[in-house]
């Protein structure tokens, strides 16, 4: 049966005169179709006259058409039909002749193009004739393009390669014999999509380690782009898969990546306009697939041996293919639980591999030798470059047959703990090499000089320790013991190594004698001893111990107390911690073949002690007696506390005055013999340096260790000096601590008050405090002095009257004594200038509050009140006590009810409580004798008792107002 091809049938025509006009009816079919023309119906065979046509095989070619009436012309509805034997097509299609001029179809407006690539501008135009097109643009000078019209009257003009330049507007013009028409396009040109080229197109990467894969491409900003991923062109949708994830940067994140992650990947980077890729192959390297299969082909459980066979399956195209299988097994699963053994001969998959239709195919098998007494399982893993595969268990398991022990526990050592104690130890078997069922270990021992063995039984098999008690004390003594193996089978078939031990070590018998000191330094001490006898020190002789201590109360605060004003405080505090500082204890340990020893680390100035005393590996001997030595004096740290204050002189021919305050060392390392001040005149171009100081420095001046400050005068004013002072022992001079000061200038305003002073507290007591007083500090603009002389006043807080207390002459430390314990005191520092004509200015610095230790007088008066108070208070309760107790013997209200109930009172109105009254006459007594029907007597009324009315029997007084005395029944008056 015919049929058309892709084109279809020839179309509908519409052209103008004097045009060509070419119609195609091609067919096809089996056998080849015969095509026949028709016009309006009648078969095309003749021509008429004025016709102009030619039929060639299935193609009608028209020349030179002319329009008529009536089927005269060209224009008409023309058929074609293709027939085979199978059947025929037919088509009908028309020629319509027009005449127009050239009418643009559509306004062409902007368009937009890629730089560097070809593109086509269009114009479309309906003419008849068909026009033709021509463009016009400055940039198409001498560049390289193409114009062409179609059938359709659709103007293109063809630019090869789009450049910069081509931007622009193009003018289209369409012509025909009937007139022209025009249009504009504008051609914008936008910059390509480009992917950065990748370093490489194929790629390894270690699986479980995130793949990260970029995606950024360059392109024009005015055009949006869209990123597109695809794994073997497969696009990519982390909604669909969590191991994608695609960032905000347009990177591709592969998490977790395995083998089968291997693939080609691309990124498509697009536009509107054009678009780039990037395609890179990841080979992910990871471990092999678990093995296929594996079982155990035969197991011999006498011969202790069994075969594995096992398969395992990979794709051919594995990055990391297998290269060899390695086989696990426990002895023991109830033993060995999660450990697993490693057969050490691996299986190489190379010589046992087939590839079959893309798969890699191994098939192997293993022998493995076993040991007696095995509940064996397996398990098989496959191995590559990268590591194992998860593990495949082996089906089927196999069991041996029990055997003795082939071998002895190894590392068998002896150790005594005591003296009648042997410790044995050894590495405990592995279950592997038990043998068989109840397994254990036999230890036998004997003294070393000889003897019957004894035998001792270690029944746990993971034992690793056995302790043997002997029947006798005997230190140091070698012993020759051995440790088999056993089981179910019988002991081992191998004879165990003897190895000899000790009992454990004694107290060494031996004191060392001729024990002292030889020589004495500030931090050290020598001793010297005599050699005892190794045979005495019942062990392992390790050598002498030398154990010391001190008494370093004194350097707690690294000082002595030289000075008698105020420093009970410090002395106190020191004597707080000399019992627990005292019990600390060190030791030096000697070589046995010493016999003399040092000591390194002592304090100067301290009284030690030390003993010395043998030790072997496991005790220390009795201490020799105790020795006890001074240490020397060392060299004191600097002085601390350094202080240097300009102040006014007291008279024209001091010149310059400087005070000097400062504290003791921190650590005196000795009794403090003096202390030296050095004077250096400094300069501000030239400081005093450690090299030039015997140039601009003084000989030192001495004082005394009780005095800690100094008044020194003679000095320039107005110029920078610098103050060493040293503290010494019998040592020698310790480290300096330096000072500079400048001193006040000679010319000041001295009649305005000086400046104001400061106070440094010291140390507080119960009934004292320490202070130093500061001077104030100069102010070159006010220029105002600092003051000649200063002294403290005090008071209790709350009080109106001060007290003064000037310190010593030159010194600015001071003591207040005499005060009360816990009392709070306001305290003030007054500088004192005098001047030229006698005028005394003072200046009081603001009020400083110090509270002493200790508790108030007045509070123990107050604690002694409320002592009394309490003791008042307790013996009030106890009077009240003792009120309502008697008070429990007097009337009640129930008398009044035995009197509306007809019976009178036992009791006159006027009795009380018949132990404080006098007893009535025995006529008083019941008239009704022992009648208990009416009688409010308790049951001792019926035995007898004298006075029945007294108590009840719970203790009360309810006999009191019975029916005792008168009669039960009232008469009726």
């Known amino acids: ?94 020629l319509n002749l027009l005449a127009f001029k050239p009418q643009l179809l559509e306004e062409p407006g902007e368009v937009e193009a890629v730089l560097g690539n070809p593109f086509t501008l269009e114009c479309k135009f309906f003419a008849s004739p068909l026009a033709t097109v021509s463009w016009k643009n400055p940039s198409l000078l001498g560049k390289s393009y193409t114009q062409n019209v179609d059938q359709l009257g659709v103007g293109r003009l063809i630019i090869d390669k789009v450049e910069e330049d081509n931007e622009g507007q193009y003018e289209c013009t369409g012509e025909n014999k009937y007139g022209t028409s025009t249009g504009v396009v504008s051609l914008l040109v936008r910059k390509p999509t480009k992917l950065a080229a990748l370093p490489y197109t194929r790629q390894t990467h270690q699986a479980g380690q995130p793949l990260r894969l970029p995606c950024k491409a360059e392109h024009d900003p005015k055009l949006p782009i869209t990123y597109r991923w695809y794994v073997s062109d497969k696009p990519i949708t982390p909604e669909d898969d969590d191991r994608y994830e695609i960032t905000e940067d347009n990177t591709l994140i592969v998490n977790l990546p395995t083998q089968f992650d291997s693939a080609e990947y691309k990124c498509v980077a697009s536009t509107k306009l054009d678009s780039s890729e990037r395609k890179i192959l990841i080979d992910v390297q990871d471990v092999p697939l678990p093995v296929h299969s594996a079982y155990i082909e035969s197991c011999d459980p006498d011969n202790n041996d069994a075969k594995i066979t096992f398969s395992h399956i990979e794709p051919s195209t594995t990055a990391v293919p297998v290269n060899e299988f390695w086989v696990y097994y426990q002895i023991d699963p109830d033993v060995d639980q999660t450990n697993w053994k490693l057969h050490p001969i691996p299986v190489d998959a190379r010589q046992n591999e087939a590839v079959v239709e893309n798969e890699r195919r191994v098939k192997g098998s293993l022998s493995i030798a076993l040991q007696p007494y095995g509940r064996y399982i397996f398990k098989i893993v496959a191995r590559n470059a990268v590591g194992d595969s998860t593990p495949t268990i082996v089906k089927n398991n196999c069991e041996t047959n029990a055997k003795p022990p082939f071998r002895n526990p ?154 008698n004003d105020g420093s009970r405080f410090k002395r106190e505090h020191r004597h707080h911690f000399k019992r627990e500082i005292s019990s600390s204890r060190k030791s030096v340990v000697l070589s046995k073949t010493a016999t003399m020893g040092d000591i390194t680390d002592l304090k100067p100035s301290t009284m030690n002690y030390a003993y010395i005393a043998v030790f072997n590996g496991q005790n220390e001997g009795q201490q020799s007696e105790t020795i006890s030595f001074r240490t020397k004096d060392g060299l004191p740290t600097a002085v601390s506390q350094l202080h240097a204050f300009p102040v006014n002189s007291k008279s024209p021919t001091e010149k310059g005055v400087v005070l000097l305050a400062w504290d003791e060392p921190r650590t005196a390392n000795g009794a403090i013999t003096h202390y030296s001040v050095v004077k250096c005149v400094s300069s501000d171009d030239d400081p005093v340096t450690t090299e030039n100081q015997e140039k601009y420095c003084k000989e030192p001046t001495i004082y005394p260790s009780d005095v800690k400050s100094a008044r020194l005068t003679g000095l320039e004013h107005e110029s920078p000096y610098r103050f060493h002072v040293h503290a010494h022992t019998s040592a020698g001079q310790g480290p300096p601590n330096s000072a500079e000061i400048r001193t006040l200038p000679s010319a000041m305003k001295y009649t305005l008050e000086p400046e104001s002073p400061d106070l440094l507290k010291e140390s507080i007591g119960d009934d004292h405090f320490n202070v130093t007083l500061i001077p104030g500090a100069y102010d070159d603009e006010i220029k105002r002095p600092v003051g000649n002389d200063f002294y403290i006043r005090y008071r209790q807080a709350g009080e109106d009257t001060w007290n003064e207390k000037r310190p010593e002459p030159d010194q600015l430390t001071t003591s207040v004594t005499g005060l009360q314990p816990g009392t709070k005191y306001e305290v003030q520092v007054v500088s004192v200038q005098t001047d030229d004509n006698g005028n005394v200015h003072e200046t009081t610095s603001r009020t400083h509050h110090i509270t002493t230790t200790g508790q108030t007088p007045m509070k123990n008066y107050f604690l002694a009140l409320l002592l009394l108070a309490l003791i008042l208070l307790l013996l009030l309760c106890f009077c009240i006590i003792c009120f309502c107790t008697r008070k429990r013997g007097q009337k ?52 007898g008792d004298g006075d029945p009315g007294r108590f009840t029997e719970d203790g009360s007084f309810i006999g009191q107002y019975g029916a005792q005395s008168k009669g039960l029944i009232a008469e009726k008056p």
């Open 1 to 94: 049966m015919p049929y058309w091809p892709v084109t279809g049938p020839p179309p509908n025509t519409n052209t103008s005169e004097g045009e060509t006009v070419n119609f195609d009816c091609t067919a096809s079919g089996k056998p080849l179709p015969q095509v026949t023309f028709y016009k309006n119906g009648i078969e095309m065979t003749t021509k008429k006259e004025g016709e102009n046509w030619v039929i060639d095989g299935s193609r009608l070619t028209i020349y030179n058409v002319r329009k008529g009436l009536q089927g005269g012309g060209d224009n008409a509805v023309y058929q074609c039909k293709a027939e085979n034997k199978h059947g025929y097509l037919w088509a009908n299609f028309y």
């Open 892 to 943: 009640y209200l129930v008398a009044e009810k035995e009197r509306q109930q007809g019976r009178e009172p036992i009791l006159p109105k006027d009795r009380g409580f018949e132990d404080y009254a006098k007893r009535d006459d025995e006529e008083k007594k019941s008239l009704t004798g022992h009648s208990r029907g009416d009688s409010e007597t308790d049951s001792m009324a019926e035995y």
């Open 410 to 563: 190894s590392n068998v050592r002896v150790e005594g703990v005591t003296p009648n104690n042997l410790m044995v130890y050894w590495d405990p078997m592995q279950r592997e090499i038990w043998n068989g069922g109840k397994f254990g270990y036999t230890i036998r021992y004997r003294p070393k000089d000889g003897g019957n063995w004894e035998k001792v039984e270690v029944d746990d098999p993971f034992a690793s320790e056995k302790s043997i008690t002997l029947d006798k004390e005997d230190p140091w003594q070698p012993y020759e013991v051995q440790v088999r193996a056993r089981n179910e089978k019988g002991d081992s078939n191998v004879t165990p190594e003897s190895i000899t031990g000790r009992t454990g070590e004694g107290i060494p018998g031996v004191i060392v004698s001729g024990f002292k000191v030889d020589n004495i330094g500030s931090t050290s001490a020598q001793f010297s001893w005599e050699p005892v006898d190794p045979n005495a020190v019942n062990g392992e002789f390790k050598g002498y111990k030398i154990t010391y201590w001190s008494d370093d109360e004194d350097d707690l605060n690294g000082s002595y107390d030289n000075n």
